[in-house]
C-alpha cells in the first residue's frame, strides 16, 4: 500500500524545501527566503527506475558520496539473482523514502533509524556496478562479461594497495548530506549480509562554488583547483555518444544502457603541494587556481586556445589539461564524464595527511574512454604530487525502466 504524502514531504518533494534553512521558501509570507547559497539546491526522491542508473548523471552532481566494493558470496546463480532483486527492492525503497515498516519492538527495527522516522528527500542515488571478477568461473557468466571489463592493471604511478582495490559489486551512494549516504550503506548491507561482504570503502565530498557570472559552480578539489569545468555535459545526446553502451557496440546485448564505471583512488601529498609556488602549481594544471581561468585566459568557462599556442608557452604542452583533452578531432572520441569526489582519511605511519581525490569516470568503452585519456597523461609532471592507491574497473549496469525488473536482470537471464 503506498503511504500518505505528507505535506512537508510534498512540498520538499517539488523542490519547495530549501537547503539548510530548515524554513519554507515559498507560501510563508512573515519569513523571508533564506538568502541563495552556492550550496543551496532543491531537495528531491530521484526517481530509480529508467533505462540508465540515475545518479550516474543526477544533477546537480551531488555534495556526497562513497563507495563500497563487495565480494559476492552467493553460492549459485540463483542465490546471484535474489541478492539482485534484493538490492533493487532495497535501492528503489530508499531513493523513494518509503517509511520503514513499524515492527514488534521484541524484533529489532527494520532500519537504524539514522534518518528518524520518515526519511526527508535528499537527493539520494545509488549506482550497483559489476567487476570483472564477477565473471570468473563461480557464476558461468564468463561468455556475459562487457568485452573491455578487466581487472584495474598497474598503470604509470600506481601503488595499488590490493586491499583497497578490486572487488566483484561497487555501490555508489550519493546525496547531499553524509547522514543519509551511511543510512543507505547501512540499509543496503543489512539486506544483503549473506551474500555480500565488504572489501574497501572510500567517502568524500563536493562543495559546490558560487558559479558567479562566468563559472561553472564546480567544486575545488583538495590541491585548491576547481574540478569539473571542462566536464562533458550530461545531457542526453553527449551521454548517448560518450557514456551509454549502445545495442551497436560489439559488448553483449545486456549491457546496452550501462557504462563502464573507473574509480581511482588518487592520494595528493598536499604537505608537498603547498611548498610549491603558485605559478608552478597553475602550471601543472594549466588553469589559473583562483578563477579557474585557462592560462592567459579570464574566465572559468573561456576555453583554452592551443591552436595559436604551439610551443606551449601560454599552457605547457605537458599540462595536465592540456594533455587530457588535446581538442583536437581525433581526441574528441575520449571525452569522458568524470564524478569524482575529494576524501580525507586521517594520516599516515609518517604523520602525512591522508587526503585525495577519489576519481571517477563514465565511458562508452574503456580503451577509447579512461585508458586513451590515461595513456596521455603517463608520465605527466602533476605524478610528482599524486599517487594512485586503489580503486577498479567496473561496469556501471543498465537501469531498470519497467515496474516489476530489477538490475543485472539482462545479465543473469
Ligand atoms: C589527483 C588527480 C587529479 C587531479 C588533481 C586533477 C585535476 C584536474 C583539474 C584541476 C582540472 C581542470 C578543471 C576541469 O576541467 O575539470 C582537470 C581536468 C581534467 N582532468 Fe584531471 N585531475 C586528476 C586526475 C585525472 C585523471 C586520472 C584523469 C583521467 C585519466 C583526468 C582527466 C581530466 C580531464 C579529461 C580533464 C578535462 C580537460 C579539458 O577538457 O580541458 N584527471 N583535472
Request: hydrophobic content about 40%.
Amino acid at each position: 500500500m503506498t503511504p500518505p504524502i505528507s505535506r512537508r514531504r510534498f512540498l520538499a518533494g517539488a523542490g519547495v524545501l530549501a537547503v539548510g534553512g530548515g524554513a519554507l521558501a515559498a507560501g510563508c509570507a512573515e519569513e523571508p527566503a533564506p538568502a541563495a547559497t552556492a550550496g543551496a539546491v532543491p531537495l528531491a526522491f530521484i526517481p530509480f527506475r529508467g533505462r540508465h542508473q540515475a545518479g550516474i548523471t543526477a544533477q546537480p552532481s551531488p555534495a556526497v558520496g562513497l563507495m563500497a566494493a563487495f565480494s559476492v558470496l552467493a553460492r549459485d546463480r540463483a542465490e546471484l539473482a535474489a541478492m539482485f532483486r534484493d538490492l533493487t527492492d532495497e535501492i528503489d525503497a530508499l531513493m523513494a523514502g518509503r517509511p520503514p515498516e513499524v515492527r514488534d519492538p521484541a524484533y529489532p527495527p527494520v532500519d537504524s533509524g539514522i534518518l528518524g522516522p520518515e526519511p526527508a528527500p535528499d537527493n539520494l542515488s545509488v549506482i550497483v556496478s559489476v567487476g570483472a571478477s564477477l565473471f570468473d568461473e563461480r557464476y558461468g557468466l564468463a561468455d556475459r562479461r562487457p568485452r573491455e571489463l578487466v581487472e584495474m592493471p598497474f598503470l604509470a604511478n600506481d601503488r595499488l594497495d590490493p586491499e583497497r582495490s578490486h572487488g566483484d559489486l561497487l555501490l555508489t551512494v550519493q546525496a547531499e548530506h553524509s547522514d543519509t549516504v551511511v543510512f543507505a550503506l547501512r540499509q543496503l548491507m543489512r539486506r544483503t549480509r549473506r551474500t555480500l561482504t565488504l572489501r574497501w570503502v572510500v567517502d568524500g565530498f563536493n562543495r559546490r562554488s558560487a558559479p558567479g557570472e562566468k563559472g561553472t559552480g564546480s567544486p575545488r578539489n583538495l590541491l585548491g583547483f576547481l574540478d569539473g569545468t571542462a566536464n562533458l555535459a550530461t545531457d542526453p545526446a553527449l551521454m548517448a555518444r560518450h557514456v551509454w553502451t549502445s545495442p551497436a557496440d560489439d559488448e553483449p546485448g545486456w549491457t546496452a544502457g550501462g557504462s563502464y564505471h573507473v574509480v581511482r583512488v588518487i592520494r595528493m601529498l598536499v604537505e608537498f603541494w603547498d611548498r610549491t609556488p603558485l605559478a608552478e602549481q597553475e602550471a601543472l594544471i594549466g588553469r589559473h587556481k583562483n578563477s579557474g581561468a585557462p592560462l592567459g585566459a579570464d574566465h572559468e568557462t573561456d576555453a583554452p586556445d592551443y591552436a595559436s599556442d604551439p610551443e606551449g608557452a601560454v599552457t605547457p604542452l605537458d599540462a595536465h589539461i592540456r594533455l587530457a583533452n588535446p581538442r583536437t578531432p581525433a581526441t574528441e572520441r575520449n571525452l569522458i564524464l568524470r564524478r569524482g569526489f575529494s576524501y580525507t582519511r586521517g594520516y599516515d605511519g609518517a604523520g602525512q595527511l591522508d587526503q585525495g581525490l577519489a576519481f571517477v569516470s563514465y565511458q562508452r568503452s574503456l580503451e577509447s574512454g579512461f585508458l586513451a585519456v590515461q595513456r596521455r597523461l603517463n608520465g605527466e609532471p602533476l605524478e610528482e604530487y599524486i599517487r594512485p592507491e586503489g580503486g577498479g574497473f567496473f561496469f556501471a549496469l543498465p537501469g531498470v525502466p519497467t515496474r516489476g525488473g530489477h538490475l543485472a536482470e539482462g545479465l543473469l537471464a
